[in-house]
C-alpha cells in the first residue's frame, strides 16, 4: 500500500510541471486554462454564496402558498369558489390573487368586483392572507389581460385607464385585513412568452409609483421569470422580487420534445444570496411549477393522464414540494392547484390533491403572514 506521501509527492510533481505542460505549450493552452479557472471561481462562489444564504434562512419558518386564479379552475371546468374552499378546508392559508382588467372592466367604465369579492370574503373567514396582482400582466395565457375595447386604443389613452382601474382595486381592498402585500405586473420583461406588446420601464414604474401613494402601508414586489438573465438595476426598485421556476418544460422551437430545465436547488439560493449581499432585498418564489405542461400548444384537458404525468407524476410533483424547500428560500408561492383540484373531481385521480393535503396539513403551523422584506 502507498504511503500517503508518496500521493503528496505526485500531486506535487504535477502542480510544478503544469505551467510548462499546460500553460506554456501554446496560446490555446492559456485561453483554456483561463476559462477553466473562471468557471471554476464563478461556480465555486455562487456555490459560497447559495450555503451562506441557505445558513442565513435556516432558522426563519416556511411560508407556503398558491397562486389562485377563477378563470383558470372554470376554464378547466371545476367551480372556482368550491375550489378555493376546498384549498382553504386542506389547510392553504397564502394566496396570490389575480385582478384581471379583463374581469373588472369588460366594458369601459363599467366596473365588476364581484369575484374579488368573494375571494376576498373566503380569505377573511379562515384568516387567510393575501398577495394581490395588479396592473395588466399577470399571471396565466394570454399574460397581457387586456379588455377588446381597449386593445383598439393607443397606449397613452389606454394606460391611463388601467391604473384607474387599479385605483380603484387597491382602494377597495387596501383596508382588508387579508391583504399583506401586492404584485406589480407579472414578469414584466419576459417577451418570449406571452400575449405582450408593451414592456416600456417608464409604464411599469408609474404602475409600481401609483401602487405605493395609494398604500404606503404594503410591500409591493415585481416579478422575473427563473429563464431570463439579469437583476433589477433601474426604477422601479422594489421592496422585495418574485421569482416564478419552472423545472419541466415542453420546448416547441427547437426539440420538440419535454427539456428538464438544469439548476439544481442552490442556483436560486444564490440568486436570493445575491440580491440579499448586493441589493439588500428578499428574493421570494412566487410561480413555482406544481402542475403538467402540456406538449403542441395543447390545454391540459386536451392531455391524457398519461401524457400530463410526463411532467407531474405523482412522485415529481412530491419532489417538487422537496426542490422547493431545498432552496432554502422561505416565501413560496405554487402554481397548479385549480389543476390539483380538476384532477380530482374531473379525472377522477385525487393523487395529487391528496399528496398537496397531506403536505399543507403538515406545515399548518408555518401558514404565517408572508414576510416578504426580511
Known amino acids: 500500500m502507498k504511503s500517503p506521501n508518496t500521493y503528496l ?28 479557472v473562471i468557471v471554476l471561481l464563478f461556480f465555486g462562489t455562487a456555490y459560497g454564496i447559495a450555503r451562506w444564504y441557505i445558513s442565513t434562512q435556516s432558522s426563519i419558518p416556511l411560508t407556503m402558498g398558491v397562486s389562485f386564479i377563477p378563470d383558470y379552475a372554470q376554464f378547466l371546468g371545476v367551480n372556482p369558489e368550491q375550489t378555493m374552499k376546498s384549498l382553504l378546508d386542506i389547510g392553504v392559508r397564502n394566496f396570490r390573487l389575480v385582478s384581471y382588467w379583463t374581469d373588472i372592466e369588460p366594458t369601459k367604465g363599467s366596473y365588476n368586483f364581484s369575484q374579488l369579492n368573494w375571494e376576498f370574503k373566503l380569505a377573511d373567514e379562515y384568516h387567510a392572507h393575501v398577495l394581490l396582482v395588479v396592473g395588466l400582466r399577470q399571471p396565466d395565457w394570454p399574460e397581457c389581460h387586456m379588455p377588446a375595447w381597449a386593445q383598439k386604443e393607443p397606449v397613452s389613452v389606454w394606460q391611463p385607464q388601467l391604473e384607474s382601474v387599479m385605483a380603484k382595486v387597491i382602494n ?59 437583476a433589477a438595476i433601474s426604477p422601479p426598485i422594489a421592496n422585495a422580487y418574485g421569482l416564478s421556476v419552472y423545472r419541466r418544460v415542453w420546448d416547441a422551437k427547437v426539440t420538440h420534445h419535454y427539456l428538464t430545465l438544469p439548476y439544481p436547488a442552490w442556483y436560486y439560493s ?41 411532467t407531474m407524476s405523482p412522485a415529481m410533483f412530491k419532489s417538487q414540494f422537496q426542490f422547493a424547500e431545498n432552496t432554502g428560500i422561505k416565501t ?13 373531481e374531473v379525472e377522477h385521480d385525487p393523487s395529487l390533491w391528496n399528496i398537496a393535503k397531506q403536505y399543507f396539513t403538515t406545515h399548518q403551523a408555518a401558514q404565517d403572514v408572508p414576510d416578504f422584506t426580511n
Not at 501554446?26 to 483554456?32: D, E, I, L
Not at 406589480?184 to 420601464?201: I, M, Q, R
Open 332 to 344: 413560496i408561492y405554487m402554481w397548479g392547484a385549480e389543476y390539483w383540484y380538476y384532477r380530482m
Open 172 to 230: 377597495k381592498y387596501k383596508n382588508n385585513p387579508a391583504l399583506s402585500a401586492y404584485q406589480v405586473e407579472n414578469e414584466y420583461y419576459l417577451k418570449a412568452f406571452g400575449d405582450c406588446t408593451n414592456f416600456s420601464p417608464a409604464r411599469l414604474k408609474s404602475e409600481y409609483d401609483l401602487v405605493k401613494r395609494l398604500d404606503p402601508s404594503k410591500p409591493a414586489i415585481i416579478s422575473r421569470s427563473n429563464n431570463v438573465f439579469g
Open 270 to 310: 444564490y440568486l436570493a444570496g445575491s440580491m440579499r449581499i448586493f441589493d439588500h432585498r428578499n428574493l421570494f418564489i412566487a410561480e413555482f411549477q406544481a402542475e403538467p405542461w402540456a406538449p403542441n400548444e395543447k390545454t391540459l384537458k386536451q392531455t391524457s393522464l398519461s401524457q400530463q404525468n410526463k
Open 9 to 36: 509527492n505526485k500531486a506535487w510533481q504535477y502542480v510544478k510541471c503544469f505551467p510548462k505542460k499546460y500553460w506554456a505549450r501554446n496560446w490555446w493552452n492559456k485561453v483554456k486554462v483561463i476559462v477553466l
